[in-house]
Nanobody
C-alpha cells in the first residue's frame, strides 16, 4: 500500500509559476513510476507528465511540454511538478499517481495509487 499526499496548489496569474509536491509513504517509493494527472471541471482526468523509477525517463503531454517539469527525490519519497508560464487552461485539480512497471505510461488505469488532489487555478 502506498499513500500519496499532494501539496502546493493554489492560485496564480497567467504567466506565473507554481510547484506541486507529492509525498509518498508506505512501500518503497523508488519501486514506482510516478505521474501527474489533472482534471478540469466537467472533463476527464488526463495525463500531464510521468517519470520513471530512477528519474531517467520522463514524458509530457503536448499541452505542457516546455512549461512543466517533473522530478523526483527518492531519498525524500517525493515527486515534484514545477509549472511555469501557466495558462488559464491549466486550471484543474492535479493528482499524483503511482504505478509498478518500468515506464511512466499515459494510461490512467495502470496507476494503482492516487492522491487526493490539489487545486490549481490560473487567472488571466
Amino acid at each position: 500500500q502506498v499513500q500519496l499526499v499532494e501539496s502546493g496548489g493554489g492560485s496564480a496569474q497567467a504567466g506565473g509559476s507554481l510547484k506541486l509536491s507529492c509525498v509518498a509513504s508506505g512501500r518503497t517509493f523508488s519501486g514506482y513510476v510516478m505521474a501527474w494527472f489533472r482534471q478540469a471541471p466537467g472533463k476527464e482526468r488526463v495525463f500531464v507528465t510521468g517519470i520513471s523509477r530512477s528519474g531517467g525517463i520522463t514524458d509530457y503531454a503536448d499541452s505542457v511540454k516546455g512549461r512543466f517539469t517533473i522530478s523526483r527525490d527518492n531519498a525524500k519519497n517525493t515527486v515534484y511538478l514545477q509549472m511555469n508560464s501557466l495558462k488559464p487552461e491549466d486550471t484543474a485539480v492535479y493528482y499524483c499517481a503511482a504505478a509498478t512497471g518500468p515506464l511512466p505510461l499515459r494510461i490512467r488505469t495502470i496507476y494503482t495509487y492516487w492522491g487526493q488532489g490539489t487545486q490549481v487555478t490560473v487567472s488571466s
